[in-house]
């Protein structure tokens, strides 16, 4: 079946740098993509969707970038915080059920 | 803000014990979900509704039912707890007609 997956697990950036995290698809005909931050012990915080009509999406320190000729969906954080340690995964929708496909997730390591 | 909250953070229970989580969301969402995470799966869609007293299975209902009796409000039950039950579990929800899921803060449970 289609599957979420992200390229790298883990991801140690400088307070301070920007940070790129990556997501790789599967399936061509989602048409909805999210992100989510979750830190330890907590629930899923919405950060940021995209829908596939657009290639950009910006909020505040955060922008979405989706390629979808490689399927493939990013999450930049801007300055770096720690309190944006956390781990980050994306998910994708599709079809009429409209239901969310999750990967696993990246652990994001902010150093001081 | 949505507001998802989830009755107990943290369960241990004993193999064989009848386990009731509660969802309750105050943004009066038709959607309402239950997810099971766990360390290197992701999330993993147990059960859904659409409205009052409808419920859908997702990919791994085995060993689980629900009750939706409110609208405000999702139970997941395990009608008797094992082992491989031991997880952190998500209940997320979503307006009719939107893409965006809201998540809870998670509950914890240990089966032992």
């Known amino acids: 079946g289609e599957s979420v997956g992200l390229h790298l697990p883990t991801l140690s950036v400088q307070e301070g740098d920007n940070s790129i995290i990556n997501c790789a698809y599967s399936n061509s005909a989602s048409d909805y993509f999210i992100w989510y931050k979750q830190e330890s012990g907590k629930g899923p915080q919405f950060i940021i969707d995209?829908?596939?009509?657009?290639d950009k999406r910006q909020g505040q320190r955060v922008t979405v970038l989706l390629n979808k000729t490689v399927k493939h969906l990013s999450l930049q954080i801007a300055a770096t915080q720690p309190g944006d340690s956390a781990v980050y995964f994306c998910a994708e929708m599709s079809g009429s059920a409209r239901q969310l496909t999750f990967g696993s997730g990246t652990q994001l390591t902010v150093l001081p | 803000d949505v507001k998802v909250t989830q009755s107990s953070r943290y369960l241990v229970k004993r193999t064989g014990e009848k386990v009731f989580l509660e969802c309750v969301q105050d943004m009066d969402h038709e959607n309402m979900f239950w997810y099971r995470q766990d360390p290197g799966l992701g999330l993993r869609l147990i059960y859904f509704?659409?409205?009052?007293?409808?419920?859908e299975k997702g990919d791994i209902p085995e060993g689980y039912s629900v009750s939706r009796e409110k609208k405000e409000r999702f139970s997941l039950i395990l009608e008797s707890a094992s082992t491989n039950q031991t997880s952190m579990y998500l209940c997320?929800?979503?307006?009719?007609?939107?893409?965006?899921?809201?998540f809870g803060p998670g509950t914890r449970l240990l089966v032992l």
């Open positions: 509704s659409y409205d009052v007293k409808m419920k």
């Open positions: 995209i829908r596939s009509n657009m």
């Open positions: 997320a929800s979503r307006e009719g007609g939107k893409e965006t899921q809201y």
